[in-house]
């Protein structure tokens, strides 16, 4: 009871608050004496410029972070389970385990000092190959890899577990079975272990098309600053700069509402298509 009592006071409660997206929201008139103006909130989105960017980063980065968040977590679990000693592959599971736990006010902190003008990597890359040093955090054209790499960093130990569980589960009597045929530690992966893990890689990646409007706003609002806005600023970060730094609170939730109902579409979708392609369902 009190579980439900907690998600209807700090989940549901709070949504009567959508009601702004179609008002012209007023904090001193309050949800009842502002004045409703419909859809016009929602037009807006469309009109700006910078609302009409946001969407289009927030699809680039996040579609890059989807693709590369499955890729490399899938060669890296196959590559583990390949070494023999118990030592080592837990010593490299942890390693890579651990930036998972790290906040991205930690993260951020670490990267604006490694990749700053005079940071280790500039460095580098002066002292090696005699470049001029790059403001990574504040070039339009370096701030989304820098973004999808470190958000790589960080999260693919994570997503690799689920692979390894995977690949842990497969019946040994398949490798022995392959080995007799004479198939190679690379055949075997090929016809033996990817197969094996074709399903769960289809749940992963329909799973992912819900959060395709999601590019992590911890991590963007940490990282970026005025000179990346045409390539950084997402919904997110549009969303709290519309809303609680320029005032306009209609308008900022009708941005956010918008999204929301996007993801909640995708997410019906994708879990239609697992449940089609893999046998996947919830309930």
């Known amino acids: 009871m009190s579980a439900l009592m907690f998600v209807l ?16 929201y007023k904090p001193w008139l309050g949800i009842t004496g502002s004045e409703w103006i419909g859809l016009d909130n929602f037009v807006r989105i469309f009109q700006y410029e910078e ?30 389970s390949e070494i023999r000693s118990v030592g080592l592959k837990k010593s490299i599971q942890t390693l890579v385990y651990l930036p998972h736990f790290l906040s991205w006010v930690t993260v951020a902190g670490i990267m604006i000092d ?21 403001f990574f955090l504040g070039d339009p054209a370096y ?33 022995e079975a392959a080995e007799i045929d004479g198939a190679t530690r690379r055949q075997q992966i090929r016809h ?22 999601d590019a992590g706003f911890d991590q963007i609002f940490n990282l970026y600053n005025p000179l990346v806005y045409s390539t950084g600023d997402i919904i997110d970060t549009y969303v709290y700069r519309s809303s609680l730094l320029n005032g306009q609170y209609g308008y900022g939730t009708a941005v956010g509402l918008f999204k929301s109902g996007i993801s909640f579409i995708l997410i019906v979708i994708s879990y239609r298509i697992a449940y089609k392609l893999a046998n996947y369902k919830i309930f």
Do not use: C
């Open 9 to 24: 006071i700090f989940a549901y409660a709070p949504m009567v608050g959508l009601v702004m997206a179609f008002q012209n």
């Open 192 to 213: 033996v272990t990817l197969p094996s893990m074709l399903p769960m890689i289809i749940v992963i990646s329909t799973l992912s098309l819900g959060s395709i409007l």
């Open 114 to 134: 490694i990749l700053g003008l005079d940071g280790g990597v500039n460095h580098f890359l002066s002292s090696v190959f005699g470049t001029e040093p790059i």
């Open 143 to 175: 701030f989304r890899p820098t973004v999808i790499i470190s958000d790589l960093w960080k999260n693919f130990g994570f997503s690799m577990i689920v692979y390894l569980a995977t690949i842990t589960g497969i019946d040994p009597s398949y490798y």
């Open 51 to 80: 609302s009409t960017q946001a969407i289009i980063n927030t699809l680039i980065i996040a579609v890059f972070k989807i693709v590369v968040g499955i890729i490399v977590p899938i060669i890296m679990a196959i590559l583990l």
